[in-house]
């Protein structure tokens, strides 16, 4: 099983900074990494895919890079509803699709 | 438009069945791989299991082997997902979600709204 680790868990930030949020896989996955945004009570919204193609009507500000086992999504510019849990996820290899952790970006 | 709408939340006794449904519009069920994930209280995302309705191609997370079973309806473009027993530790948000046409293709795109699963002990 690929094993996804996110960094950092908790990213501090203030409305209009640019945050950089980490994935990493345990084995090489190529270009099959997504990126996900979950509000509270909500389920997943997928940002990027491809690790980085943007989703039907994602902002601009979300971008994403990275291949092989190391990748970054960039938000260039925090807005308050930006202000959520992300999640990055391997489609490369099943069993199983793996999700990282989750990094938490809050009100600095 | 592509809509998938879970079945409504679950209140269930430990070891009682469960079968909780997904049903999809608005694409060709039958070409579409569909998956279903768990998230536990105040946890991250896991894969359950995934299932290809064209042919029932089931495949399933090492972790939910023999725990669950998924399955579909074509006819009414509904996929499921069941348990026989159920256990506390199955308390969670299930959430079904529409991935590619072929199995490393796409990740879950299309997601339900999800369907809150409650076992008391």
């Known amino acids: 099983e690929i094993v996804m680790t996110q960094s950092p868990a908790t990213l501090s930030v203030s409305p209009g900074e640019r945050a950089t949020l980490s994935c990493r896989a345990s084995q090489s996955i190529g270009s099959n990494l997504a990126w996900y945004q979950q509000k509270v009570g909500q389920a997943p919204r997928l940002l990027i895919y491809g690790a980085s193609t943007r989703a039907t009507d994602i902002p601009a500000r979300f971008s994403g890079s990275g291949s092989g086992t190391e990748f970054t999504l960039t938000i260039s510019s925090l807005q308050s509803e930006d202000f959520v849990v992300y999640y990055c996820q391997q489609y490369k290899i099943w069993p199983p699709f793996t999700f990282g952790p989750g990094t938490k970006v809050d009100f600095k | 438009e592509v809509q998938l709408v879970q079945s409504g939340a679950e209140v269930k006794e430990s070891g009682e069945s469960l079968k909780i449904s997904c049903k999809t519009s608005g694409y060709s069920f039958t070409t579409y791989w569909i998956g279903w994930v768990r998230q536990m209280p105040g946890k991250g995302l896991e894969c359950v299991g995934i299932i290809y309705p064209g042919d029932s191609d089931t495949r399933y997370s090492p972790s939910f082997q023999g725990q669950v079973t998924i399955s579909v309806d074509k006819s009414i473009s509904t996929a499921y997902l069941q348990w026989s027993s159920l256990k506390a530790s199955d308390t969670a948000m299930y959430y079904c979600?529409?991935?590619?046409?072929?199995?490393?293709?796409?990740?879950?795109?299309?997601w339900g709204q999800g369907t809150l699963v409650t076992v008391s002990s």
């Open positions: 979600a529409r991935l590619g046409r072929t199995l490393y293709q796409l990740p879950p795109g299309n």
